[in-house]
C-alpha cells in the first residue's frame, strides 16, 4: 500500500494468483472492460526481471493494470486505487511468483473447478503460502478470496468444494466465469471491503 498525495489516493496492490490457465487475464480482462475509461489505465503487459542470480536476463510477463473506486468510499481519508497485477503465460520462475507478492496487500486466488486439475489448484496454493513466508508475510491475516473458474465445464465440481480444498485460510469464495462476468463484481466488492476492513481507521495525520 502507498498513498499518493498528489492524487489524494490511498493504492492497494491486488494479486491474482493460482494455476496456469484458470482464468487470472481474463478476469482482469473482464475487470478493465467494466471500468468506466477516466478511472483506469491502459491494460498491459509488464515484462520483468527474474530475481534470480542463477538466470541471469531471464524474464517473464505480468499482465497489470490500475483503476480507481470512488464508489468504495475512502481509506486513510483518501479515495482508493487499486492495482491489480498477474503473472502471465508459462510461469518457468518461482522467483517472479516472489516479485509479484512483494508488497502485496491482498490476494485473489483463482482456483479451477474442473476435477483434474485440483492437484494443480493446491500446489499453487502451497506455494502462494510459500513464497509469501520467504517474503516474511503469512497467508493468515492478508486479505485474501477465492474466485472458482470453469464450475459449468463437464467434470467439474462445485466451488464450494474446490474453495475449500485448497487449504488456504478459511476466505469468501466465489463462482466466477471471466466470460460472462457473473460473480467478478461480487468477488471485487469483497476485495476491497477486506482492504479497507485491514486499514485502521483514524485517517491521515500530518507529522
Ligand atoms: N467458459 C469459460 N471459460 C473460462 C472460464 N475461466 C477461464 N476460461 C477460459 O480459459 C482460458 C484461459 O484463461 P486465461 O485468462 O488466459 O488464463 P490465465 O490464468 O491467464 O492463463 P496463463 O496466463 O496462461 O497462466 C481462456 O480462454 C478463458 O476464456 C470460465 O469460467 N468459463
Ligand atoms: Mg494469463
Not at 462476468?181 to 485517517?203: F, N, Q, S, Y
Amino acid at each position: 500500500m502507498f498513498t499518493d498525495a498528489f492524487a489524494d489516493e490511498t493504492n492497494f496492490r491486488v494479486v491474482f494468483y493460482g494455476p496456469a490457465y484458470v482464468g487470472k487475464t481474463a478476469t482482469l480482462r473482464y475487470i478493465h472492460q467494466h471500468a468506466p475509461p477516466d478511472r483506469k489505465s491502459k491494460l498491459s503487459t509488464v515484462t520483468i526481471n527474474i530475481d534470480d542470480p542463477s538466470h541471469p536476463g531471464e524474464t517473464e510477463t505480468t499482465v497489470w493494470f490500475d483503476m480507481s473506486l470512488p464508489e468504495y468510499g475512502e481509506s486513510n481519508a483518501r479515495k482508493i486505487r487499486i492495482n491489480l497485477y498477474a503473472l502471465h503465460g508459462p510461469v518457468n520462475y518461482e522467483s517472479s511468483s516472489r516479485l509479484l507478492l512483494k508488497g502485496v496487500d491482498a490476494v485473489v486466488f483463482l482456483a479451477d473447478a474442473q476435477r483434474a486439475r485440483q492437484d494443480a489448484n493446491r500446489w499453487w496454493a502451497m506455494t502462494l503460502r510459500e513464497h509469501l513466508a520467504e517474503l516474511g508475510r503469512e497467508l493468515a491475516g492478508l486479505p485474501l478470496c477465492v474466485g472458482v473458474t470453469k464450475t459449468s465445464f463437464e467434470g467439474s465440481d462445485p466451488a464450494l468444494r474446490v474453495g475449500n480444498a485448497l487449504g488456504l485460510p478459511a476466505s469468501p469464495i466465489f463462482d466466477i466465469d471471466p466470460t460472462t462476468g457473473r460473480g467478478i463484481p461480487e468477488m471485487l466488492a469483497a476485495v476491497v471491503t477486506a482492504l479497507k476492513d485491514g486499514v485502521a481507521e483514524g485517517g491521515v495525520a500530518e507529522i
